[in-house]
């Protein structure tokens, strides 16, 4: 395995595997890595013959200034995790390997189509646009063939199919399911800045969730959703910021259960926002 800061370096060592015809798979992450993440490597690398994994903390997505300085980073245990689950190259760029001065002051646009309206859009102003600039500049470097995303980031998944095929990018995106630890509680990278003590209350979150499905056939999204935000409310140190009932493709509200739906939830434990989702 080979770690690379600069994208000549990477564009060449991509051209080499391409040239001898193997396929290529991608994991774009921000590091701090958990067994969530490596799910998607190890997938990823029992599916294609190189495997790319990138580690950047790309601050155009972060909304929140102290959110980007507290993010945590761990690069040397990240690239041990790497190379166990059989990554063959880690791009770990610097912001100025990344973006011009004018890319990291403006907002990149794209057309969502209304995708982004509500829930992290709504929430975040700006974050998915952070987001499509990173994974397109990415998606243009590595050029895979597949790339790997967690369905922990709901709406960030249903976001990257829309940019891949408005971009005309030829790549497969594969969804992967959420890893959770045995309390429920899904990984993130953002769980590293709880205390022992907000972990276990986090874990109310996937239980409420979890109980929320049993009572899908006796109650109304609208109904399910007044339940989910009362139960929350009754945890100490949870406080909601949005839970939805979505249609599973479009992301719009749903007020009956014709369709694939899912919960999505944000919610601050302490300062730590956490998000998560279940499908009815
Ligand atoms: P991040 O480093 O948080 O940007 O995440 C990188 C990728 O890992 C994204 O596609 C996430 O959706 C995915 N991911 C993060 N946490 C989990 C998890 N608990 N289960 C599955 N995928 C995850």
Redesign the pocket.
Known sequence: MIIVTTVEKLETEIANARSKMKSIGF??????L?A??I??VKRSVSENDYNVVSIFVNPTQFNNASDLEKYPRNIEADALLLEEAGCDLIFAPSIDAIYTESEKNYRFEFDFEGLDTVMEGKFRPGHFNGVVQIVSKLFTFVKPHRS??????FQ??AIIHLMTKKLEFDIQIID?????EPSGL????RNERLTTSQRKTAASISKILFESKQSVTNRLPLELKNWVENEIAKVDELKLEYFEIVDANTLQIINNWSVASVGCIAVFCGEVRLIDNIRY
Not at 148 to 153: I, L, P, Q, R, W
Request: charged share 20%; net charge negative.
């Open positions: 994991v774009p992450t921000m590091g701090a958990h969530g993440h799910e998607l790997y995303f967690g369905e922990k980031d960030q998944l992967c399911p959420i890893v959770r899904a990984m993130s990278s």
